[in-house]
């Protein structure tokens, strides 16, 4: 049975808090790829196929083909930022396109000027941007916020918005009696609680406007009762968090292989050097703090050490990120990993990993946009875990571990298109073309 799934019809926004790197080389890309001057490369709804049926029918569309997604062409782009530059600077002063390839789309990029952010300079210390909103009071902010939305729908004459947060990672800080149930976040917001962060009050406006919500940054934001409840209430998807691009990316290829063939690990020791304003951010120890928590889970899960004390009971795992201006956003990450194999015998695998951050990250927003959407359409709402694929450290429910294996995120992700779209789930069992021939050959 396939689910009721409304058109994309009309126009789609994708509302970004965050016009840096990540957000201005999506932007810059999509209104290229429209342009015909380049291709989506990264992204799995645009170029990405899926199997459907046994292999024997060799029916393989593409995702987008599959799926009713919001085109391209249909896409209008906005967002807010704590400094006032349009999204033709920032991608300057980013550094990650090419002025000729900026150049191309100029004016679609001049365009697009960043709305006054929601910003609390104690929950991101190392910027000093004054395009921020005046109002002092937190639910003010979040109203002003909702005003926001509605404006930017109506002005362009949009059928649907998303948000995905692309902004600064926030400090570390654990959630506490504010954030469990959406009446106290809400008396929260009145009383102007310091525990509420910026992030929270953009997914809280985005939330009560019916509009979805990703978290691309590793921030505390929707892992919260009260937004996740509030969710639910209405009927909004909201998916995180942290974008899944660069080493953890390698991470998340490379261990589920050794664990696959009973490979020991006892050390896994990441480093990374990148020079951009995320960089600049996370140079900040209380900033760090919040993507260090992010990148360490994944392994811990994959490898599971407490199912096989034997082969990964040891294990040291460390990681490291360092600011280095002369990088800019092209990240350059070390991994060095010692493994062990039969009778205990000692290897290792070195991964020199020259990735460009915003690169790998920026299909990853539009298709977490896209996907968002269908959500939205398909009456999918609360947490959105089969979009685990894309990020560090997937937001799933109460209790439930979170699967950090690509491949398995890859499956899950694939079954729910087939699920919503009525087709048959694909196991791998593959049984069924031996009996077949078995049967024939009878
Ligand atoms: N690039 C990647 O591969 C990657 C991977 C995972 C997560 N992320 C996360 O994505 C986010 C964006 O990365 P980036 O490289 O584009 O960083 P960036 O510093 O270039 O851009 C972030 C932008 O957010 C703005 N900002 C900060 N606080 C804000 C607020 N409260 N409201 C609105 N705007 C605000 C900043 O002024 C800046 O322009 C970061 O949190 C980063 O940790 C990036």
């Not at 799926?67 to 391209?72: E, I, S, Y």
């Not at 978290?215 to 909201?238: H, K």
């Not at 140079?283 to 899960?301: C, M, R």
């Not at 990450?333 to 062990?340: K, L, Q, V």
Request: hydrophobic share 40%; proline share 5%.
């Amino acid at each position: 049975m396939s689910y009721n799934i409304k058109k994309a019809e009309g126009k789609l926004g994708i509302l970004i808090p965050g016009l840096g790197a990540v957000a201005t080389t999506l932007i810059a890309g999509v209104e290229s790829i429209k342009k015909g001057f380049a291709k989506p490369i990264g992204s799995l709804t645009q170029m990405g196929n899926i199997r459907l049926g046994k292999r024997t029918e060799n029916r393989y569309p593409l995702v987008k083909d599959f799926v009713p997604l919001a085109n391209l062409d249909d896409i209008v782009f906005g967002g807010w930022d704590v400094y006032a530059d349009n999204v033709y600077e920032a991608a300057a002063n980013a550094k990650v396109l090419e002025p000729a390839v900026l150049d191309q789309v100029k004016t679609e990029l001049e365009a697009i000027k960043p709305l006054k952010a929601v910003f609390d300079s104690n929950y991101v210390k190392n910027l000093d941007g004054k395009h921020v909103k005046e109002e002092t009071n937190k639910w003010d902010l979040a109203e002003a916020t909702i005003k926001d939305i509605e404006t930017f729908k109506s002005e362009n004459n949009l059928d649907r918005v998303v948000i995905v947060w692309c902004a600064s990672t926030e400090k570390y800080f654990e959630a506490g009696a504010v954030h469990q149930t959406i009446e106290a976040f809400e008396e929260g917001l009145r009383n102007n609680d310091p525990a509420i962060a910026p992030s929270m009050i953009y997914a809280y406006a985005a939330i009560k406007s019916g509009v979805p919500f990703a978290n691309g940054a590793p921030n505390l934001t929707l892992d919260i009762p009260a937004l996740q409840q509030f969710a639910l209430e209405r009927n909004v998807p909201i998916a995180g968090k942290d974008f899944k691009t660069g080493q953890t990316l390698m991470k998340t290829i490379v261990a589920p292989g050794l664990q696959a063939r009973s490979l020991g690990v006892n050390g896994w020791f990441s480093t990374n050097i990148l020079g951009n304003r995320d960089g600049l951010v996370l140079d900040d120890p209380e900033n760090f703090k919040t993507k260090e928590v992010s990148k360490l889970g994944v392994l811990e899960q994959i490898l599971n050490a407490e199912q096989n004390p034997e082969l990964y009971g040891d294990l040291y795992h460390k990681v490291r990120i360092n600011y280095y201006p002369p990088h800019g956003d092209n990240k350059e990450s070390w991994d060095n990993i010692d493994i062990f194999g039969w009778l205990g015998y000692q290897m290792q695998i070195k991964i020199n990993f020259l990735c460009k951050d915003s690169i790998l990250a920026a299909p990853i927003v539009l298709d977490l946009a896209l996907f968002m959407d269908l959500a939205s359409r398909a009456e999918m709402s609360g947490i959105q875990e089969w979009l685990s694929f894309y990020f560090k450290t997937p937001q799933t429910a109460e209790g439930l571990p979170p699967e950090h294996d690509i491949f398995k995120q890859l499956i899950k992700l694939q079954n729910t298109l087939r699920h919503i779209m009525g087709e048959d789930l694909i196991t791998h069992l593959g049984l069924d073309y031996y009996q077949e021939l078995v049967e024939s050959m009878s």
